[in-house]
């Protein structure tokens, strides 16, 4: 399926890979020039990509290299086809290339490579906040790895769910709090 189409169906809700309805939420615009003008955008189900395995808190590291390093290798824990080394490669790499930096201490890291089966969300909470590009203050790290070749570009709705997320202060308040991996995934879980 062509690139377009797909982000055509992800903005009609159509999905040949999905029965289940998507969740919505309703954005009314604030255009003066069209009246009473609503957009329906459409949440992906971070459920189905994030589980209370993959969320780990109190992670030690002090730099970002040793961040996407035990990033890699947690995924390597999380399953053993995943290939830690390519993984870092290419974390680092996607790091060089431009920040994953969306700011309020969040980062969102995210690679493809051949050893990673399907898509998967993982969330560190670091310990102590880290210096990460410009960003002084990073403690929060929202990663998502998906296989290469990635069919239909899957991450891309996942990623536009959580950037909607993280414009609302009192999500990224709840998170930042969060104290254990239940509040973590229920978070992502009904958002």
Known sequence: MAFWKKIGDFFTGKSANDDKPKKTIVVVARDS????????????????????????????????EKTLKYLANFAHHLDNNVDSEAVYGKLLMRENES?????????????????????????LKLQQPIIWDDQKSTDMILALLGPDPEANYEHVPYMSTIARLLLRKDFIVTLKSASTKEIIFKLFENS
Not at 36 to 63: G, H, P, R
Not at 104 to 113: E, S
């Open 33 to 64: 020039n069209v009246p009473n003008q609503k957009q329906v955008d459409k949440m992906m189900d971070l459920s189905k990509i994030l589980s209370k395995d993959n969320i780990v808190l109190n992670v030690e590291a002090d730099t970002k």
């Open 99 to 123: 920040s994953t930096v969306l700011g309020g201490g969040i980062v969102m890291p995210h690679v493809q490579d051949e050893s990673i089966n399907k898509l998967k969300m993982i969330v």
